[in-house]
Nanobody, 123 residues
Framework: QLRLVESGGGLVQAGGSLRLSCAAS????????MGWFRQAPGREREFVAA????????GYADSVKGRFTISRDNRRREVYLRMDALKPEGTAVYYC????????????????WGQGAQVTVSS
């Protein structure tokens, strides 16, 4: 089982920045692609960004391309999401998970999710 703990969320004004962290344990995380997903109130969870196991490939949803940056540190077993130029529509709970498939639009691998990190962007 992969255990995931997201942190770094908060309240920020539109145009501001936040950096989310995901601490993973329980499996050999370094062998998995990892991704970030988000779920806004009343909406389904959607893909945000993903990174390959060796950091050589990344993929982003069109809505965040050019503003968000995903990275990872396999020694620390952590994945990060740097979010710049945040917009009110970015308000959501952000989750991480191991991913598989095409890096530009991958599928989450595990059914168990962490508690997520709440991001609220005020206009």
């Amino acid at each position: 089982q992969l255990r995931l703990v997201e942190s770094g969320g908060g309240l920020v004004q539109a145009g501001g920045s936040l950096r989310l962290s995901c601490a993973a344990s329980g499996r050999t995380v370094s062998s998995y692609g990892m991704g970030w997903f988000r779920q806004a109130p009343g909406r389904e969870r959607e893909f945000v960004a993903a990174i390959s196991f060796n950091s050589l490939s990344t993929g982003y949803a069109d809505s965040v391309k050019g503003r968000f940056t995903i990275s990872r540190d396999n020694r620390r077993r952590e994945v990060y999401l740097r979010m710049d130029a945040l917009k009110p529509e970015g308000t959501a709970v952000y989750y991480c998970n191991a991913v598989g498939g095409v890096i530009s639009n991958p599928n989450p691998l595990f059914d168990s999710w962490g508690q997520g990190a709440q991001v609220t962007v005020s206009s």
